[in-house]
Every structure is written in C-alpha cells, then in structure tokens.
C-alpha cells in the first residue's frame, strides 16, 4: 500500500523553486479555488491609453478598415482625376505625392500603437498561461490525493474480506470438527 501524502508535502520539493507550486500548495491546504478570470482582472487595470491603443489595434485589423482604407483611396484618386479632367490641375496630381505622405504617416503612428496593444496580449497570455498552469497542477495533485484515497479504500476492503475470509474458515473448521466429516 502507498504511503498517503499531505496535499501540501506533496509538492514540497517543487516549491522550494516554484512559486506557482507554493501557491498552489496552499490553495489545497487551505481547500480553496484557485481558479479565477484571468481577463477581467487584466482589464480592470488598464489605463486610458492601453484601451486606445487595443481598440486602435482592433480596427486596424478589421475587414471595416480594410474597406474604408480602399474607398478613401478610391476617392481620393477619383476626385483628383476628375478635377484634373475638368479644372486641368488637381490638388494632388499624378504620383499622389500628398497621399503617399498621409500613408506614411499613418503607418508611423499606427505600426507602433499595434506593436503596444500586441505586446499587451502577450503579456496576458503569458498570465493566463501561469494561472493555466496553477490549474492543472492543482488538479493533479488532487486526483494524485483521490487515487490515494481509492487506494486505502481498497486496501481496507481487502483487509476486511481476509479477516472476513479468516473468520469463515475457522467457522468451517469447527462445524467440519464437530461433525467428524470432512465436506464433499
């Protein structure tokens, strides 16, 4: 038969070094949930700019954008051909010098806002991923603790269907005594 555990001395060489081991040795001592949303904390501490910079990210990478970066270009080409076509001059002729410079400028404000809001979400997968990991390692640790019960379970069971057993052939014994016959 194993040697039945504490939840706890279980994982006392792990959290020497593990932090996420300590804490969840404690949650089982102290049988508590370790379990909690991950996201609500993480968004819950958010400042104003990390807000803009994730919805910056999520429209700028959205179908809605996409559509609306090529009917502004369309536009802009079209009017410029239309006025040059009419007027003879445009307000930003053929190579779209000025709309080249507004381009250049919205991929330099944009590229580094999405890098912040990306660099944000790994940073919570990151939590997640440990908070993950305090899960599962908590959850082995408890059906470890469950395949020990089972364990003694069945090993007090067999315990008492020996004694059981025991109990039974020195019944037989007796009665096979007393009647002088052995049994056929």
Same mark, same amino acid.
Request: hydrophobic share 45%.
């Given at each position: 038969?194993? *040697?039945? *555990? &504490?939840?706890?001395?279980?994982? !006392?060489?792990?959290?020497?070094?593990?932090?996420?081991?300590?804490?969840?040795?404690?949650?089982?001592?102290?049988?508590?949930?370790?379990?909690?949303?991950?996201?609500?904390? =993480? &968004?819950?501490?958010?400042?104003? #700019?990390?807000?803009?910079?994730?919805?910056?990210?999520?429209?700028? $990478?959205?179908?809605?954008?996409? $559509?609306?970066?090529?009917?502004?270009? @369309?536009?802009?080409? #079209?009017?410029?051909?239309?006025?040059?076509?009419?007027?003879? !001059?445009?307000?930003?002729?053929?190579?779209?010098? @000025?709309?080249?410079?507004?381009? !250049?400028?919205?991929?330099?404000?944009?590229?580094?806002?999405?890098?912040?809001?990306?660099?944000?979400? !790994?940073? +919570?997968?990151?939590?997640?991923? %440990?908070?993950?990991? &305090?899960?599962?390692? *908590?959850? %082995?640790? &408890?059906?470890?603790?469950?395949?020990? +019960?089972?364990?003694? @379970?069945?090993?007090?069971?067999?315990?008492?269907?020996?004694? @059981?057993?025991? %109990?039974? =052939?020195?019944? =037989?014994?007796?009665?096979?005594?007393?009647? #002088?016959?052995?049994?056929?």
């Amino acid at each position: 038969m194993r *040697k039945h *555990k &504490e939840p706890a001395a279980s994982t !006392s060489d792990a959290s020497r070094d593990d932090a996420p081991a300590r804490t969840v040795a404690r949650h089982i001592a102290q049988r508590t949930h370790i379990a909690r949303n991950i996201a609500r904390e =993480l &968004e819950s501490g958010q400042s104003v #700019g990390q807000r803009a910079a994730d919805a910056v990210a999520r429209f700028g $990478g959205s179908w809605t954008f996409v $559509g609306l970066f090529a009917a502004t270009m @369309l536009v802009w080409v #079209g009017l410029n051909a239309v006025l040059a076509a009419t007027r003879g !001059s445009s307000f930003d002729p053929y190579p779209y010098i @000025l709309l080249n410079l507004f381009l !250049s400028m919205l991929a330099a404000i944009q590229a580094p806002i999405i890098l912040m809001s990306q660099n944000r979400q !790994s940073e +919570k997968d990151r939590v997640q991923a %440990e908070h993950d990991y &305090e899960v599962n390692l *908590k959850a %082995e640790l &408890e059906i470890m603790l469950l395949h020990d +019960k089972v364990d003694q @379970l069945r090993e007090a069971q067999w315990q008492q269907l020996l004694a @059981l057993q025991t %109990e039974q =052939l020195a019944l =037989l014994t007796r009665l096979v005594t007393a009647t #002088g016959s052995a049994p056929r």
